[in-house]
């Protein structure tokens, strides 16, 4: 437990939670740097499979303290940006295992970035997600200009990073931002649930996975043929997938090894 981030490994799924709840889970230096570690701490254990984010109390997280924000001692905001924000976005999208995003609350922000860096997201029925950005004078960060056009396309990206207007959960669902809406008290059951579907898939699969839906952003079919048919190499040379063919044959669920 690190000040403000509270982190519990379950069997193959690690659960982190922003814990700040008296401030919707704002994110103080402390919290930053905490979160980067964890993450790249997971990113290198092979027993952890499945990862949640998730904010305690009513918040997910209402992104940067503003309180901390208006120290003398604050870094400038570019500095921030650079040195705290990015390094986490980079590991939530650079590391094998997946990433749910549990949006219990608002999330604003650079908490709504938090969330869009995920690789999934299920929410609670009173979440919302709101930029938050443009109502201090600032500019979306933490990928949310990157995510946003590319989830839901540019004219709606446009209408929530310019007019800042709070999706709630049942029009974020509409919108395909979330894969799915339940009850409060049902989010952590249902995210946990997903999880272990995660973590009981190939573990290399999913990473090669994950990197091949990240290149195919930026590049065209031709290279993602290309890129495809490399990662199926790699994918097929391991024991996971023989393991996969041997339950298929044999009418029985697969043990996924992660070798
Ligand atoms: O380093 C850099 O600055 C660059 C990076 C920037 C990235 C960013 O994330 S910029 C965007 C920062 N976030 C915001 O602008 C959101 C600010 N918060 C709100 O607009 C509202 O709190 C919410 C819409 C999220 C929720 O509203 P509501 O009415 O449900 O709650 P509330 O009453 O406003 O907040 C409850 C408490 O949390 C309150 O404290 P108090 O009065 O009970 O002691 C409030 O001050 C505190 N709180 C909420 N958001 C923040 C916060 N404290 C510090 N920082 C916050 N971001």
Redesign the pocket.
Known sequence: MTEGLRVEVDGPIAILTLDRP???N??TVPVKVALRESLESIAEDRAIRAVILTGAGR?FC??????E?ERPDAAP?EV??RER?NPIIRALRSMGQPVIAAVNG?A????ASLALACDLRIAAEGARF?L??G??G?VP??GASWFLPRLLGTAKAAELALLDDPVNAADALRLGLVSKVVPADELMTEARAMAQRLADGAPLAIALTKQALERSLSIDLDEALDGEAKLQGIAGASADHAEGLAAFREKRPPRFEGL
């Open positions: 008296e401030a919707l704002a994110l918040a209402a992104g940067q303290d503003l309180a924000r905001l921030e940006v924000y608002v604003a922000g650079a908490g709101m938050a950005f109502r201090i600032l960060d933490s």
